[in-house]
């Protein structure tokens, strides 16, 4: 990077997109964002799959499946190219433009419930970390997966003197797939929620887990009406392990002690409950700052983080 391509830079400034959902106005970055979408399209996927419905996840081993797949299907899968895109939803249009419609959300629902559908979670007692093997001659072999990985480590990769950040470490085939010369991958998530034209709550979001911690905090306000203090502390999803780069077949993960064992076991699913410390980078966080029904001020920040909400 020279100086010539800092001086020829020209910031995006790009209105912002509002999505309608019952009485809540949710406020998110415009094009080319892409991360304000993906949140916004999992709240109506919800909305088609029916979770306000089922109850909370953390309440009903089907909605907690469903919300799987929907933070899945909206934040997780990776793809190269277009195509691929499509064989994957054959015959649903999965342009940006088409991200909001809520026909676009039950179409694409019908697909991810579907038997043949592309996410697949991994379900309990199929998942082997290692083998080892012996034959009559007495050789032996001894093989260990290799699908779980650290980040980067404490420092980033710097390659010709740019550095290449933890996101990179995820985002592999996004990255791969962008022409040269072009933006990167943004999915940033953080932004505004509105209600009656007023300012409800304002809220941001990072790591590895944002996707995940972000559309369940947005459903759990505007569906299930819970305030800030309950939506900082409520059971939840963390990001997924999975083994193939189009995050297609999910294990999930949650903090042990925070769901129903009654929930996670209903559906066999293969469910790894992290320690509260071993659960940071999994989890996302999200903080948020709004106002109750009678006026007062609530600012919530993840305790597991290094955060803090302060009041002058």
Not at 16 to 24: G, K, L, N
Not at 116 to 129: Q, Y
Not at 163 to 181: F, K, N
Not at 257 to 286: I, N, T
Request: charged residues 15%; negative net charge; contains cysteine.
């Amino acid at each position: 990077m020279t100086h010539t391509d800092l001086s020829a830079y020209r910031p995006i400034w790009s209105a912002p997109t509002i999505f309608q959902q019952d009485s809540f106005e949710l406020t998110i970055f415009g094009p080319p964002s892409e991360g304000g979408l993906a949140a916004a399209e999992c709240l109506n996927l919800a909305t088609a799959a029916q979770i306000p419905a089922l109850g909370p996840w953390w309440q009903s081993a089907e909605s907690l499946r469903r919300i799987a797949l929907c933070c899945g299907a909206t934040g997780g899968m990776r793809y190269e190219s277009a195509a691929e895109l499509a064989a994957m939803f054959p015959g649903i249009d999965m342009s940006a433009e088409a991200t909001l419609e809520k026909n676009h959300a039950e179409r694409l629902w019908e697909r991810l419930d579907s038997p043949d559908g592309p996410i697949h979670l991994a379900r309990a007692g199929t998942h082997t970390d290692d083998v080892v093997a012996a034959d009559r001659w007495g050789n032996m072999v001894s093989l260990c997966h290799s699908i779980n990985c650290l980040m980067w480590g404490r420092t980033a990769i710097v390659v010709v003197g740019i550095t290449i950040g933890d996101l990179a470490s995820y985002i592999q085939t996004q990255i791969a797939a962008i022409p040269p010369v072009s933006a990167l991958a943004n999915p940033m998530q953080l932004r505004m929620l509105l209600r009656d034209g007023q300012v409800h709550t304002a809220w941001s979001s990072m790591g590895g887990g944002l996707h995940y911690m972000t559309a369940q905090s947005l459903l759990a306000m505007m569906q299930f009406h819970l305030p800030l203090e309950e939506v900082s502390a409520m059971p939840r999803l963390l990001s997924p392990s999975s083994p193939d780069r189009e995050q297609t077949h999910l294990r999930l993960r949650v903090v042990e002690g925070k769901f129903s064992e009654e929930v996670l076991a209903a559906f066999g699913l293969d469910v790894k409950r992290l320690p509260p410390k071993g659960a940071r980078f999994s989890q996302g966080l999200w903080v948020g700052i709004g106002r109750d029904p009678t006026g007062r001020f609530c600012a919530v920040s993840p305790k597991y983080g290094n955060g803090r909400a302060v009041a002058f």
